[in-house]
């Protein structure tokens, strides 16, 4: 019997800006898709979860979440005061056995690794730990 994946915990913030600052995402967004070996989604896209400036947001996906699962696509999309979406990354993290620890989304930060996203717009939301 194989092993079950080991549960996965995705978070998202978007910092408080300091009294009288522009926040550098007015929204921050993040879309989890579950994806299947053959590259199929399974049970479809997740809704789009937003934080505005000072919230956060936390998500555990469990074992039997995860079963027969091979990858969580992650968009994250970073949108300005206009309402238009200004950056996006997307990132993939696969479903192992062994405990990842949790994937965080934050407000673009000067120290990004863009090679390991499939694709990215700047501004770039920040992916911990793709950005360690």
Do not use: I
Request: proline share 8%; with cysteine; charged share 20%.
């Amino acid at each position: 019997m194989p092993a079950l994946p080991a549960p996965m915990v995705f978070k998202l913030s978007n910092p408080a800006t300091r009294e009288g600052s522009v926040p550098v995402c007015e929204q921050l967004g993040v879309t989890l898709t579950l994806v299947s070996a053959n590259g199929q989604p399974v049970g479809g896209v997740g809704a789009e979860v937003v934080a505005g400036p000072g919230e956060a947001w936390a998500r555990s996906l469990e074992a039997t979440e995860l079963e027969g699962v091979a990858r969580v696509e992650l968009r994250a999309t970073c949108t300005s005061q206009d309402g238009a979406v200004a950056g996006y990354s997307v990132s993939r993290h696969d479903v192992t056995a062994k405990d990842q620890g949790a994937v965080e989304v934050t407000v673009p930060q000067a120290a990004q690794r863009l090679d390991r996203r499939v694709e990215w717009k700047s501004p770039v939301p920040t992916v911990l730990p793709l950005d360690n």
